[in-house]
Antibody, heavy 119, light 108 residues
């Protein structure tokens, strides 16, 4: 069965960076993209970007473009999302989700990783 | 960027009743519209894609309709496990993928 398992919760200080991992299993990793979606406390879903494990192509949300980097390691079927220059407004649960390029729907989701930014 | 607007923000429904949720796109998204359910402390779950196709394992009481800019998610007879927040998302013109603000379905 398809599974996306994310790394554990993180606490970071303002200005620091965080890197969240998402390990995929149960399907051919390079056949589907990975989206990253975040959710601030009590708020809705915000799409952060997408990466193709097949060729490394990325698309980032314009408001995060200068602070986010998404990568993959096909040898371990793992996707990574790094967010730099953290601020309190980045406190959120971060989700990875399997997203086929041609379809754009997020059909399987990781369990989420809480990132708390606090001094 | 396509803006997705959901209404109402909160819907109070009694168990066994029908719930109707709306989603509007700022421009046509054809049928490239998905619905997700999210329960407290859980990740979202895909319910509907292509505006009307149920995802694997989704009960028949969930149905989606619409195309272009107006969409509806209907839950025909609310069960206790259906009280949650529901989000629509367009994938016709991306990046970016865009979500609606959500509708919370609560017990009346």
């Amino acid at each position: 069965q398809v599974q996306l398992v994310q790394s554990g919760a993180e606490v970071k200080k303002p200005g620091a960076s965080v890197k969240v991992s998402c390990k995929a299993s149960g399907y051919t990793f390079t056949n589907y993209g990975i989206s990253w979606v975040r959710q601030a406390p009590g708020q809705g879903l915000e799409w952060m970007g997408w990466i193709s494990p097949y060729n490394g192509n990325t698309n980032y949300a314009p408001n995060l473009q200068d602070r986010v980097t998404m990568t993959t390691d096909t040898s371990t079927s793992t996707a990574y999302m790094e967010l730099r220059s953290l601020r309190s407004g980045d406190t959120a649960v971060y989700y990875c989700a399997r997203t086929a390029a041609a379809r754009g729907r997020c059909d399987y989701w990781g369990q989420g990783t809480l990132v708390t930014v606090s001094s | 960027e396509i803006v997705m607007t959901q209404s109402p923000a909160t819907l109070s429904v009694s168990p066994g009743e029908r719930a109707t949720l709306s989603c509007r796109a700022s421009q046509s998204v054809s049928s490239s519209l998905a619905w997700y359910q999210q329960k407290p402390g859980q990740a979202p779950r895909l319910l509907i894609y292509g505006a009307s196709t149920r995802a694997t394992g989704i009960p028949a009481r969930f149905s989606g309709s619409g195309s272009g800019t107006e969409f509806t998610l209907t839950i025909s007879s609310l069960q206790s496990e259906d009280f949650a927040v529901y989000y629509c998302q367009q994938y016709n013109n991306w990046p970016p993928l865009t979500f609606g603000g959500g509708t919370k379905v609560e017990i009346k």
